[in-house]
């Protein structure tokens, strides 16, 4: 499970301080990585909010296992902690898709509320009767170090990209050129 990661575009109503609110689509990823700073051998469920629209847009939160069991027995979860991602995403998944539906409400939704003390993500189901909140998790807003930490690792990564496509061309290129020569060529032989 250590390494797993999952990650989905989610339509996501952000209301942040001083800022109007707005809907976007944002990347959240989440993975379970193994707790470095803990002696034992402790799981850490890392998830993270991102959108390539606002390179600033930086929320984040890790839950332990033992915290994971506090949030499961707060909030009535029925899932464990190895199960919990895969079950996150399908509750992300509903929304997504609930977005495309042409519905005056959509079915499920997921907002994220940041104010000065805290920033929640609630995933919310719409019924004839009320607004049900299936989850709501606490995140943290990036920090300049984390923000930096991001954009530093994307930039390596579009880096990496831009280096493989370059390969890509070259080698389309050389192709190109080489099928090029041989039509040439035939058609040289054949006027002669």
């Given amino acids: 499970m250590v390494g797993q990661s999952f990650g989905l575009l989610v339509p996501l109503r952000i209301r942040e301080a001083g800022r109007e609110e707005r809907t ?3 990347l959240v990823n989440v993975s379970i990585e193994a707790d470095s700073h803990a002696t034992s051998r402790q799981q850490l469920m890392c998830f993270q909010l991102t959108d390539e629209s606002d390179p600033f847009f930086l929320y984040s939160l890790r839950i332990t296992e033992e915290e994971f069991q506090a949030v ?5 979860i029925l899932v464990d902690f190895a199960e919990f991602p895969s079950k996150f995403i399908e509750l992300l998944e509903g929304c997504a898709s609930a977005a495309g539906e042409s519905q005056e409400a959509p079915k499920f939704s997921a907002s994220l509320t940041a104010s000065a003390g805290a920033t929640h ?3 919310v189901e719409t019924n004839q ?7 709501r998790l606490e995140f943290r807003g990036g920090t ?4 930096k930490q991001y954009l530093a690792k994307e930039l390596a990564r ?5 280096e493989r496509y370059r390969g890509q061309l070259d080698e ?3 192709a190109h050129a080489a099928y090029r020569e041989e039509t040439s060529a035939a058609l ?3 006027r002669a």
């Fill in 129 to 135: 009767f009320k607004h049900l909140t299936h989850l």
């Fill in 188 to 190: 040289a032989s054949g």
């Fill in 72 to 76: 499961k027995a707060e909030q009535s």
């Fill in 158 to 162: 579009a880096k990496a990209e831009r």
């Fill in 121 to 123: 993500l609630a995933i």
């Fill in 144 to 147: 300049d170090s984390a923000i």
């Fill in 24 to 26: 976007s689509p944002v």
């Fill in 172 to 174: 389309q290129v050389r």
